[in-house]
């Protein structure tokens, strides 16, 4: 029923492991998107997938590496983890090319890295 | 510049009371242009979305937009408590895959 769902919501790791998060939408849109929160609540992109093929990768460590299998799935793992990284990580979904491209928003995963 | 500027506030008004909210940006070929709401510990929360200068009413909103002056502004008519909430604006750049830029929010606080 969820249209665009994150798993998990909490994670709590050592510096220096690896993580995964996975997001998937039934929604039926064409593009996904990474978006990172930090704890000053400013939400920034990181990376976009549109049917399957990254559109947009801003300034992010090559410790993050995105996967798209599906044009509804797009899961994000990142190696290393620092205490930086740290933040609320949102998967978004919508339709690339209508006028308003409106995103719509999974709940969240909350990572800390201690 | 940041590309999409807010004040960070808290601003605080009685219930009841007109809120309004600003956001400029700074790319004058952006397209669209959205608020968001964001309820602490939820996600962002679509309110309204605009794309043509003038002035877009949904129900207690109004979305302003100025293309030549470069701001936005989002105004919440007969504020509830239920309003307090941290309001993102966010701009959509021409020809930049969807992207969507985020300003820093503005933290609103509707006193009863």
């Known amino acids: 029923d969820t249209a665009v769902s994150q798993t998990p919501k909490y994670l709590v790791t050592q510096m220096g492991n690896d993580k995964s998060i996975k997001c998937e939408q039934n929604l039926g849109h064409d593009t996904m998107y990474w978006y990172k929160q930090d704890s000053k609540k400013f939400l920034k992109i990181m990376f976009s997938?549109?049917?399957?093929?990254?559109?947009i990768n801003e300034t992010v460590p090559n410790r993050f590496s995105p996967k798209s299998p599906d044009k509804a799935h797009l899961n994000l793992h990142i190696n290393s983890l620092e205490l930086g990284d740290s933040a609320v990580y949102f998967c978004?979904?919508?339709?690339?090319?209508?006028?308003?491209?409106?995103?719509?928003f999974g709940a969240g995963s909350r990572l800390t890295v201690l | 510049q940041k590309e999409v500027e807010q004040n960070s506030g808290p601003l605080s008004v009685p219930e009841g009371a007109i809120a309004s909210l600003n956001c400029t940006y700074s790319?004058?070929?952006?397209?669209?242009f959205f608020w968001y709401r964001q309820y602490s510990g939820k996600s962002p929360e679509l309110i309204m979305f605009?794309?043509?200068?003038g002035d877009k009413e949904d129900g207690r909103f109004t979305a302003q937009l100025n293309k030549a002056s470069q701001y936005v502004s989002l105004l919440i008519r007969d504020s509830q408590p239920s309003d307090s909430a941290t309001y993102l604006c966010?701009?959509?750049?021409?020809?930049?895959?969807?992207?969507?830029?985020f300003g820093q929010g503005t933290e609103l606080s509707v006193k009863p």
């Open positions: 978004a979904s919508s339709h690339l090319g209508t006028a308003a491209n409106v995103l719509t």
């Open positions: 605009i794309y043509s200068n």
């Open positions: 966010a701009v959509n750049m021409l020809n930049q895959g969807g992207k969507l830029i």
């Open positions: 790319d004058r070929g952006s397209q669209s």
């Open positions: 997938y549109n049917n399957k093929e990254l559109i």
